[in-house]
T-cell receptor, first 110, second 115 residues
Framework: DAKTTQPPSMDCAEGRAANLPCNHSTISGNEYVYWYRQIHSQGPQYIIHGLKNNETNEMASLIITEDRKSSTLILPHATLRDTAVYYCIVPPYTGNQFYFGTGTSLTVIP | EPEVTQTPSHQVTQMGQEVILRCVPI?????FYWYRQILGQKVEFLVS????????KSEIFDDQFSVERPDGSNFTLKIRSTKLEDSAMYFC?????????????FGEGSRLTVL
């Protein structure tokens, strides 16, 4: 897997934007960047993924730098329910494995 | 919205016993996965399954583990002789396309406690 590096923890005030960074400097040209989250001990939940262009859906926005070596997940208006561990994953282009790292534990503060 | 369902939600077993964890993936999905998460640790990949055979497996997935899709709807994980260290939450997932090109849908997990 292209190795990803994320800060272990972050805080965000409720209602503010949460910006979660991820470094993936060894990413290759055809590998996607995925973001998932895990709320407490629930099953991981898909958030968003992208290849080169910035992406937005109803949950979040994904900003990928032009050199693709890093990305930022943006939760535009964080709520208490967004408190979770957020995983940035770059699965290898070949094969069918999908590995989770240690992620960023985001705490949304009232 | 379609979802992945897992049973049982919690199973307690004695060391050395066989355990079968069951999953019903989303009906039109083609790729299936098992993960585990030991309490306080990260989510670990165990195995992926496609076209009725294992496509990838991790070092954790040794001879004590097996997977099966017996009837076209269920996807099961069997642990032959459980050890204390098998105590974990086990997550099943499914996807329509390969994991590196699309979304994985996860179930809510089966908690296994080995005494």
């Amino acid at each position: 897997d292209a190795k990803t590096t994320q800060p272990p923890s972050m805080d965000c005030a409720e209602g503010r934007a949460a910006n979660l960074p991820c470094n993936h400097s060894t990413i290759s040209g055809n590998e996607y960047v995925y973001w998932y989250r895990q709320i407490h001990s629930q099953g991981p939940q898909y958030i968003i993924h992208g290849l080169k262009n910035n992406e937005t859906n109803e949950m979040a926005s994904l900003i990928i730098t032009e050199d693709r070596k890093s990305s930022t997940l943006i939760l535009p208006h964080a709520t208490l329910r967004d408190t979770a561990v957020y995983y940035c994953i770059v699965p290898p282009y070949t094969g069918n494995q999908f590995y989770f790292g240690t992620g960023t534990s985001l705490t949304v503060i009232p | 919205e379609p979802e992945v369902t897992q049973t049982p939600s919690h199973q307690v077993t004695q060391m050395g016993q066989e355990v079968i964890l069951r999953c019903v993936p989303i009906s039109n999905h083609l790729y299936f996965y098992w993960y585990r998460q030991i309490l306080g640790q990260k989510v670990e990949f165990l195995v992926s399954f496609y076209n009725n055979e294992i496509s990838e497996k991790s070092e954790i997935f040794d001879d004590q583990f097996s997977v099966e899709r017996p009837d076209g709807s269920n996807f099961t994980l069997k642990i032959r002789s459980t050890k204390l260290e098998d105590s974990a939450m086990y997550f099943c997932a499914s996807s329509l396309v390969r994991a590196n090109t699309g979304e994985l849908f996860f179930g809510e997990g089966s908690r296994l406690t080995v005494l």
